[in-house]
């Protein structure tokens, strides 16, 4: 089955600009969520949806925002761009929400570099 | 949220086994030992978890302490395609996410 699909892979935006990436869960995962990679930070978590429902939120300004759809499909938005937004963002899907006893399924990521 | 402490590195040869320690000396009762591998240019790929027995696939085993304040992911015949950065992550009730440490860097050496 198809793996979890993101768009797009690689973006270049500058400063002050907004930015919508999209992220497709495997067939029938309810569950998303979105990780922020740098090199100084490592992997943050940012959110998490389940059945279009924002579940769970990591300590990130209120300029980053998320939603899903009724697909379960998920984008993610950044408003008013910072240099320091710049980063691999990676979307997960899993089955369940809070998935301790399951495995999440990641993408390949969105390469966001702003200028 | 409970904490992993792992090695920064380490380096195995080609074919041979490796054992990548993970200490977790806070871990609670409800807590799952997650274990992800990130390639490079990839993101991060499950490889196994377990709560309180061991654990095997056919990617790894996972050996957890008696006292589950650590544990060892076992790469049984390493390859070059093994070399990662290797994350164990507490998953339990007290966050709905998985927190990612520094993990190890793996190489694998010909």
């Known amino acids: 089955k198809a793996g979890v699909t993101q768009t797009p892979r690689y973006l270049i935006k500058t400063r002050g600009q907004q930015v919508t990436l999209s992220c497709s869960p495997i067939?029938?995962?309810?569950?998303v969520s979105w990780y922020q990679q740098t090199p100084g930070q490592g992997l943050q978590f940012l959110f998490e949806y389940f059945s279009e429902t924002q579940r769970n939120k990591g300590n990130f300004p209120g300029r980053f925002s998320g939603r899903q759809f009724s697909n379960s499909r998920s984008e993610m938005n950044v408003s008013t761009l910072e240099l320091g937004d710049s980063a691999l963002y990676l979307c997960?899907?899993?089955?369940?929400?809070?998935?301790?006893?399951?495995?999440?399924?990641f993408g390949q990521g969105t390469r966001l570099t702003v200028v | 949220d409970a904490k992993t402490t792992q090695p920064n590195s380490m380096e195995s040869n080609e074919e041979e086994p490796v054992h990548l320690p993970c200490n977790h000396s806070t871990i609670s009762g409800t807590d799952y030992i997650h274990w992800y591998r990130q390639l490079p240019s990839q993101g991060p790929e499950y490889v196994i978890h377990g709560l309180t027995s061991n654990v095997n696939n056919r990617m790894a085993s996972l050996a957890i302490a008696e006292d589950r304040k650590s544990s060892t992911l076992i790469l049984h015949r390493a390859t070059l395609r093994d070399a990662a950065v290797y994350y164990c992550?507490?998953?339990?009730?007290?966050?709905?996410?998985?927190?990612f440490g520094k993990g190890t860097k793996l190489s694998v050496k010909p």
């Open positions: 067939s029938g995962h309810r569950s």
């Open positions: 997960a899907s899993s089955l369940q929400p809070g998935g301790m006893n399951t495995e999440a399924f």
């Open positions: 992550i507490l998953y339990g009730g007290s966050q709905g996410n998985l927190i």
